[in-house]
Structures are given as structure tokens and as C-alpha cells.
């Protein structure tokens, strides 16, 4: 799928296929992505939808943020 982001994978996952989308998320106000103990707890449940809803970032402004580093987002 090449740079794609599915929206309904967890964070966990994403990060795995994608590691560099975690400097992208720590940029959007994601912090604790970073941290690899979260990564690997709460990341494993955690979908970028529900992150965004929880911390109150937009997600046109998530979407914008991948779109410039040149990933397409599947919802």
C-alpha cells in the first residue's frame, strides 16, 4: 500500500509499517507517541480518529499534515 494511512489500523500499527509517521504525530500535539511504552499500550488500541477526538486536534488538520509529507489517508 505504499504510503497509505488507514485510519481504522491502531497507532500501533501504523507506526510499525510507517515509523517516521511518529515525528509527524508528536508534531501534531500527539506527545506520547514518542514514548515507547504508550506505543506499545495504549498504541495498541488507539486509532488516530480516537487520539484526535481525545486531544481535540482536528482531524482536516491531521490529514493535511500526512498529505504534506506525501501520505494519501484511507478512512
Do not use: W
Request: glycine share 8%.
Amino acid at each position: 500500500m505504499g504510503n497509505t494511512i488507514d485510519l481504522s489500523k491502531s497507532v500501533h500499527e501504523i507506526c510499525k509499517d510507517h515509523p517516521d509517521i511518529i515525528q509527524i504525530m508528536k508534531e501534531l500535539g500527539f506527545e506520547s507517541i514518542a514514548n515507547a511504552g504508550m506505543l506499545n499500550t495504549a498504541g495498541r488500541f488507539m486509532t488516530i480518529p480516537k487520539g484526535a477526538s481525545i486531544k481535540n486536534i482536528p482531524m482536516d488538520k491531521i490529514k493535511e499534515a500526512f498529505d504534506r509529507r506525501g501520505y494519501k489517508i484511507k478512512e
